[in-house]
């Protein structure tokens, strides 16, 4: 399925943007609570709220239906509190599920998990050799893999990565604790090859993968630290309508500008576990 959609006033200087159908893999935060710290957002004495988290969740869940989304569901766990975060479990592209082997042993377990899931569903799964966290931080940008390592995935996963997609992948590295996967410092707004687009908070990387991003994406939305520090790049996009934190204002506002349909949702609870938009999202490319 594929929708064209009309650009802004500049629509002659920018690409069409197209929503393109999705079909994605999510898990409800049924056992969602903050337990335990494996990153800066994680803060065991504070409470959380779980029927708060589960409404946040279905209304993100629901946008998804209602924008003719494919959206698969996997079962929670009892004892895997960040399971929610569903695009850690691993990544997929033509048909072919790259597990994910994760760094804490707090969410070791759901690893097989998911891969349990992909085989289920018919997937070709591949388990991982090396630490890697999924699509938390590997992206898929037109025919190249961006993956990102310094926090969680170990920079060998790339060249595991490479082997079995047979793509180009393209090593960024991150350096700030606060955005420890790579969908928290980029977001992936088009995917079309010839006219790929990033979002992206410089601040997020060391210079050599800033230099990266500026030479590949010279036209990319730069995103403020207000908005990155809600996880406001922690988005998913169709390529026309591209989910986003409702607090982070000003990517709305570029977002806009680029031709592009924001929609915001609050997900507020399930940041206090370091997640967002994308890390609820696995998409699941056949």
Known sequence: MSTVIETD???????ERRA????????????????????????PAEPTDTSLALQQWQA???????????????????????MVYAANGGF??????????????ERQPEGPA??????????D???????????????????TILAGTGFRSDSVSHQELGRIYERDVVTLRLIDPNFYHLDTGVAVLDTTPGQEHIAYLPSAFDAASVAVLQARFPDAIIVNETDAAVLGLNSFSDGYNVIIASRATD???????????????DLSELLLGGGGVKCCTLELRR
């Open 9 to 15: 006033e500049q629509s002659g200087t920018r690409p």
């Open 20 to 43: 393109t159908g999705r079909s994605v893999l999510m898990c409800r935060p049924e056992h969602f609570t903050v337990v335990y710290r494996i990153n800066p957002w994680m803060n």
């Open 60 to 82: 993100l869940h629901d946008t998804y239906v209602a924008l003719g989304y494919e959206v698969h569901l996997i079962d929670p766990i009892e004892g895997l509190p960040d």
């Open 92 to 105: 997929v592209i033509d048909n072919i599920a790259y597990g994910a082997k994760f760094t804490h042993a």
């Open 114 to 123: 998911y891969m349990d899931w992909f085989r289920a569903a018919g997937f």
């Open 125 to 143: 799964v591949r388990e991982p050799e090396e630490v890697n966290e999924g699509e938390g931080d590997f992206l898929l940008v037109g025919e």
């Open 251 to 265: 990517f709305e506002r570029q977002l806009r500008a680029h031709g592009y349909h924001p929609i915001g949702v």
